[in-house]
């Protein structure tokens, strides 16, 4: 349920910055950093979608695994958790690719990129935790 909810949280950062990004809000709300320089650089789009429109996408189907992970038939499945800790380090691994290009390439910081950072990494340090723990442990929840 963890993973569900820090996914879902996901969801709404990146839909935020899509929506920004398509031109559906005017400008971003940005206490910290310059969110505005990140996502109208060059490196906010990739494969000719906004990065954002990616974290959605990757957000999405981690909320469904881990949802899936809810159900009676795949509570105890350890491929489901599995598949959270390779599609969440996947994550990570694309997150720290941006933040190096936000820190030492674009020069400037975006706080919802940062947070949206975070939260895979939260995601990936649960799914490890739920991978890597005894099969006792987790019966026991």
């Not at 709300?29 to 906004?50: D, I, K, R, Y």
């Not at 949802?67 to 958790?81: H, I, N, P, Y």
């Not at 950072?117 to 987790?138: C, K, Q, R, T």
């Amino acid at each position: 349920m963890v993973v569900a909810a820090l996914a879902l949280a996901g969801i709404f950062v990146a839909l935020y910055l899509t929506l920004y990004k398509l031109g559906a809000i005017g400008e971003l709300s940005c206490q910290v950093g310059s969110c505005e320089t990140v996502n109208s650089s060059p490196w906010a789009v990739f494969l000719g979608a906004p990065v954002a429109a990616w974290g959605i996408g990757f957000y999405a189907v981690t909320f469904v695994v881990a949802m899936a992970g809810l159900q009676g038939r795949f509570a105890d499945s350890r491929r489901l958790s599995l598949v959270l800790v390779l599609l969440s380090g996947f994550g990570v691994a694309f997150s720290g690719w941006l933040t190096y290009l936000e820190l030492f390439v674009i020069h400037a910081i975006c706080q919802w990129c940062v947070v949206s950072a975070v939260l895979v990494l939260a995601i990936f340090l649960v799914s490890l935790w739920d991978y890597m723990a005894p099969e006792e442990v987790i019966r026991d929840q």
